[in-house]
């Protein structure tokens, strides 16, 4: 019995103790969320990763599998495809995308992760005790930008999407479609804020972080989609006008990092690092193993513009001639001393101007814009254009300057209601293309998503 | 110098008194014995000295065999190696007890012989005197309560491969062992009855080495590519010749008392211990084995495959053809042919083991000492190798009184693993078979004109590792008090890993003008220090007819864990890609430590009456730094009881009958598999800087709520033994359910993240019955079989699931069904109108669409398993063989299968193609990729019926042959041995390997080995 009372002592002794003995110190590669947003360096160390991850791996990084430079361009007119591998880049460029393609299930992932870092950046920051207004708006004007600038890129890709500003898992994953109207409107809304809060200066000297100037950008673009042809011109005119900037002459100095054309750029991690454009698309000696520059678009050049010999790259092999983007020249790491990746630059308002102008039958007023990008380019200026003829003329030049550039073929032959006259180069093409299927996938995990997009 | 003279003079003194007083004791012996002495006469009058040798039945030297005199057991020696013993001044009418554990004890009175020569006969199963480890306490076999199943040394010794897990697939009832990959040096998925948890980590069991928990969790972190989910084993660091036995702890009754961490079951581990004997014995192990890939798969050949492409083209219309479908556009040679497997996974692959060992002591110490070397070279050939350095001691001692017993081991193991960074099997699926040679004629890769990219480049890829163990073991006791033991079991357990991956441009189709700039290499380093203290407190008493043994211990471990990685990049030449002072860019991709901290209490009470019924109690209360500071700890316990119903009067003189039991167990045990952390709200540090700024991203969705998953275990069971032990059957029946399930719950990327950590009400039930048949049909002089054969039939189910539909998981799982279910399209066959396969349409709303019309559940999974050994010995030959037999169902090539006629080769059966004139085609026609018809059909058509398909197999799994040579002088044991390992298959399944299921990667491998034996 004496032994059994012995035990018993023992056990009483062992349990009293151990509530401490399962403490643990917290893991030294975490920080705690609300500690991330008591002072401004660790809050911009957050909003540092998110402009990371658009660099690395989102809808706006420069070129790759997974983003909108490379894919439109091959989903449009721009870019023909290579590659043997079936994992859904090919069925993208030759439009038999399907609810299952890894490709759309991959951006779509990846964008709405970005969504919800961008809104842990913009609670953190709205309700931190610490951080002074001028740094909550730096930050969260920025954060702010940069999920509308994702959203902007669903809603082109997908019509009708979830829209969300919460945190809260259990309303997110029950989300519903928003139309896109509404999804338009609110990113007008949003876009509006987030100029209010941001500054004309830029916080660094190259022009990597967002501005109030880069936010009218996008304002301008969803002015256009909104057919707020007014205020689209005034909003590329503050750009246009604004002494930050000054419209680049020479063709060779555009994707240069120094430009002062440049509303946004991102840095790539490290000195010297290659942007993902120059080593991307690059391939010589040999026969196409991914992208090439489709021929059409090739020839859609006059031979005297200055843009086909400076951007353009041919590559010879066994007898054939294949083209290659060649807009940005650094393609080794450690050697790129003066190129980053251009996402908005000065073209781009002026492009926006004119078409606004002649939306209000104001060619005249837009000529010149068109113009100064012909000129830069070593063609002869434009004199008299109108209407349709205008529209389409503005389309072909657009096509000419930005191609493979962040999408803009496809959303510009979305705007402007051109975009299944891509049948006559792609023969797969169907009406309801105009619009990505919703992944499956998520289609499953979330059933109020339902239903899927017309035709898939 | 006086006070010394004094002490020293009184010392004297004294001893002389207790001189004279032993004088006066040993006088008063001499007067009380010769009385005694007298009577029993003639006995102690002489006494002599004697000596033998021990033999088994086989005339083979037994060592080790405990030689005693009845009348006074503290007399005694063991037998050396060679089986013989030396006993002087015995009395010449003495009695020899001879016993050693598996053989039936012997009694032989001396009279008067000085030479005592005798053969033992080996205790069939000897139920009685065999104790089984559980872990915190050891049970006799007959005694025990819970379902613990073992297999020893013997049967695993010797055999061709580097993780005992391999040894002992198929030997163990409800116990099913798959091998992640024919690659040396990775993981396996062990289930022991079945599937618990939804999350797949949370199924691991918990690994035991020698009183040690080692961590199931593999910290390898760039492996991913080459070893299944960069998936490690534990006992990889173990080699399988050191292993004493293995224990497999299941129901609840066994595993109750591992409390949180026992739901999966616990595997336990027993190293060799020495053996005593008085000369001590050298051995060398060594052997050598080949082999190769155990199946492969009939594909089309090069006329076949070119005649699919071209009807490809065909069909879709087009005359000409692309640039870039090199293989019939003119490019590649279209006479060329290359069987790809065998080119690129057809290597032979060699597997040399050397092992030394010295073990002896004495009856109260005793030491162990082994260390071995192993190389294992691949099928991919180019020099990739496994080696491991093991070397591992053990030391025993009891004092002389039995009080203290000691029990110290170290294992320290070195494994250096050098691979290809990525699997490239399934390339050689596809590779069309006229693809160009792989190397120029002056031996440099083959580009062809860069028109080819080359498998073989990915083998400029490397992945290589490093990783040095050690485990330390202590185990102490010491009778305290009369049936009180106090003992202490501790242990340290470290883990020192290096990996390097390294991508030089070299590996790159040199058409994209890939520099050393771009070469990379990872460098990662990880740590795992972890240490165990676990007092303990046992008291076993016998009062008449009552036994009770009662245990009362406590747990403390803490395991640390380092790691770094390293990325660097951009290299003036790959010369120097090993050496990250040599990148360009450096960048630190994770840095980061993390605690583990585990606190319990547990006990047990074993009560027994009349050795007949059995009562035991095991419970723990359990605290885990896993979970939320409010559902840290939890209580789990079991109750186990067993009747011993042969020892009941009326069947105790059973001739045929001479062991029955029944036992069952019911109980609780949990699981906290769930990773470090997970409960915080926190930012983690990433690698990636914008801006000359480091940079923070959220780490997970929040949720510090979720607490600890449960399963309880029912158990009830019934042993026999017949015809004296020469057959033993038993069967069991358990029902095992876990709820609360704690899993990552899959959410839609729209809240951010994958999924959310958190408990669900799900309950996933596992039951099933198991049987076990172990017979010694022939028992003869010099021949013996022994035939084994064990049979599973698990039984998974999804019990409750409130709330499924709607849910994430309604189109993965059914409420009623096992959780390895698929939901299938219902493939009806191909349209004779348009070719096109067909599905069920079940809404009839005109589409094929999910989940709607995915509404087939396809059991996916396995029905029953088993193994069947046998076992004969003849004289001084030894041959044994096992099958292994699995009915199941799983997926199927088809659900690999890339679009037919594209640039990828199809196995043979592809070759039935569907047209008007054969319209029993299995398959659709060729398309070449541009056909979204077809595209989109074959989508359905691989998440169909027709890709799960019957996976059933036998597998001649191990054969060995062994002969012991003659002995003589020095040597005292030759032994020669032929192992072979998964050397024949039959299966009617559609794919490269039934047992096997990590597509894409290495299957398992047929092996051949040789080897020598020697002591001396």
Known sequence: ?????????????????????????????????????????????????????????????????????????????????????QDGILDIYRNLQQETNTVISNIWNTAYGQ???????????????????????????????????????????????????????????????????????????????????????????ERIHLNRKAAQLLLARIYLLREEWELAEQTAGTIIESPLYEFEEDINEVFHKTGKHILWQLQPENDGDATEEASFYYFSDAAPSAYTLAPDLVNSFDNNDLRKQEWIAEVSFDGESWYRPFKYKNKDNGSNDNEYSVIFRLAEPYFIMAEALIKQNRQNEALPYLNAIRERAGLTALTSLSGEDFINELLAEKRREFFTEFGHRFLDLKRTGYLNELRAVKTNWEDYMQVWPLPQNELLLNPNLNPQNTGY | MQNFKSYS??????????????????????????????????????????????TDQNNQSLPGVNVVLKESPSIGTITEASGRYFLDDVPSDAILSFSFIGFK?????????????????????????????AGYYTVKERERTGSISSVAAKEIENQPVNNVLSAVQGRMAGVNITQGSGVPGGGYNIQIRGVNSLRRTGNYPMYIIDGVPVSAESSSSLSGAILPRGETSPLNALNPNDIESIEILKDADATAIYGSR????????????????????????????????????????TEQYLEMRRQAYVNDGRTDYPANAYDVNGTWDENRYTDWQDELIGETATNTNIQLSVNGGSQTTRFLISGSHNEQSTVYGKGFKYKTNNLSWNLNHRSKDNKFTLNASTLFSDQSNNLVQSDITSKTLILSPNAPALYQEDGSLNWENKTFNNPVAAYEATYSSDVKTINLNMNISYEL?????????????????????????????????????????????????????????????????????????????????????????????????????????????????????????????????????????????????????????????????????SEEN??????????????ASYGTTGNDLIGDYQYLDTYTLSSTSYGGSSSLYPSRLYNPYFSWEKTTKLEVALETG?????????????????????????????????????????????????????????????????????????DNKLVEFPGIEGSTYANSYEVGYPVSIKKVYNYEGIDPETGLYTFTDYNEDGSITSPDDNQVIEDVGIKYFGGWTNQFTYKRWDFSFLFQFVKQRQSNYNALMLNPGTMNNQPVEVLDVWSESNPDGRYMAYTSGADAQKNKVLRYFKGSTATISDASFIRLKNIQLSYRLPVYKKVQDIRLYVQGQNLLTFTDYFGLDPEFFSTGFLPPLRTWSFGLQLNF
């Open chain 2, 105 to 133: 004890t012997l009694e032989i009175p001396v009279n008067g012989r000085s030479l005592v020569d005798v053969q033992l006969q080996e205790d069939i199963t000897t139920l009685s005197e065999v104790t089984v480890n």
């Open chain 2, 722 to 794: 017949f015809l004296n032990d020469r057959m033993h059957f038993s069967a069991v029946w358990y029902r095992n359910r876990s709820g609360n399930q704690l899993v990552g719950i899959p959410l839609p990327a729209t809240t951010g993240f994958n999924s959310i950590q958190a408990n669900l009400p799900a309950t996933v039930e596992n039951k099933g019955t198991e049987f076990e048949l172990n017979t010694t049909p022939i028992q003869a002089k010099n021949f013996r079989w022994v035939s084994d054969f064990n049979i599973s039939f698990p």
């Open chain 1, 1 to 85: 019995m004496k032994n059994i009372y012995l035990l018993f002592c023992f056990g009483v002794f062992l349990l009293t103790a151990c509530d401490e003995l399962v403490d643990v110190d917290a893991p030294t590669n975490q920080l705690g969320t609300e500690q991330v947003f008591e002072s401004p360096e660790t809050a911009n160390a957050a909003l540092a990763g998110l402009y990371a991850d658009l660099r690395d791996g989102s809808v706006i990084t420069g070129a790759g599998f997974y983003t909108a430079g490379t894919l439109m361009a091959s989903y449009t007119d721009e870019l023909d495809c290579y590659t043997n591998d």
């Open chain 2, 262 to 301: 026992g739901a999966n079951g616990v595997i336990l581990v027993t190293t060799k211990k020495g053996k005593a004997g008085s000369k001590t014995i050298f051995s060398i192990n060594s052997s050598y084995g080949i082999s190769r890939i155990a199946n492969k798969m009939e594909l089309m050949n």
């Open chain 2, 481 to 645: 008090l009369p049936a009180v033991y106090i003992k202490l079991n501790g242990g340290i357990n470290q883990q020192g890993s290096g990996e390097l991956l390294l991508s030089p441009n070299t590996r790159y189709n040199p058409a994209f003008g890939i520099t050393p700039a771009r070469s990379s290499a990872y460098k990662s380093q990880n740590r795992l220090f972890s240490y165990l203290v676990e007092p303990q407190l046992n008291y076993k008493q016998k009062y008449g007819d009552h036994e009770i043994d009662l245990l009362a211990g406590s747990t403390y471990q803490q395991r640390d864990k380092t790691s770094l990685q390293i990325f660097g990049y951009g290299f003036e030449s790959n010369a120097l890609i090993t050496n990250l002072e040599a990148a360009n860019t450096v960048s630190v991709q994770n840095d980061a430590k993390t605690e583990y901290r585990y606190f319990a209490v547990f006990g047990r009470v074993n009560y027994q009456y009349k050795k007949r019924y059995i009562v035991n109690l095991t419970g723990r209360r359990d605290g885990s730094s896993r979970f939320g500071t409010n559902n840290r700890f939890a209580s789990f316990g079991a109750v186990g009881a067993a009747w011993l119903f």
């Open chain 1, 115 to 205: 969504v919800y870092y961008a809104n842990s950046i913009i609670y953190g920051a709205t309700h931190s005790t610490k951080l002074s207004d001028t740094e909550k708006n730096q930050i969260t004007g920025e954060a702010l930008l940069i999920r509308s600038l994702i959203y902007f890129y669903l809603q082109q890709f997908f019509g009708d999407i979830p829209y969300t500003s919460s945190l809260d898992y259990e309303y997110n994953r029950n989300l519903t479609k928003t139309d896109a109207t509404a999804v338009l409107e609110q990113l007008e809304t949003d876009v509006t804020e987030a100029a209010s809060l941001l500054e004309d200066e830029y916080r660094d000297s």
């Open chain 2, 9 to 54: 003079s009184a010392l004297l003194r004294r001893v002389s008194q207790i001189v004279n007083g032993l004088d006066r004791t040993l006088k008063l012996l001499v007067i009380f014995c010769i009385p005694i002495l007298l009577f029993s006469g003639h006995a102690y009058a002489q006494t002599i000295n004697v000596s033998g040798r021990v």
């Open chain 2, 650 to 663: 009326f069947l105790k003189n059973s001739t045929w009958l001479n062991f029955g039991k029944l036992r």
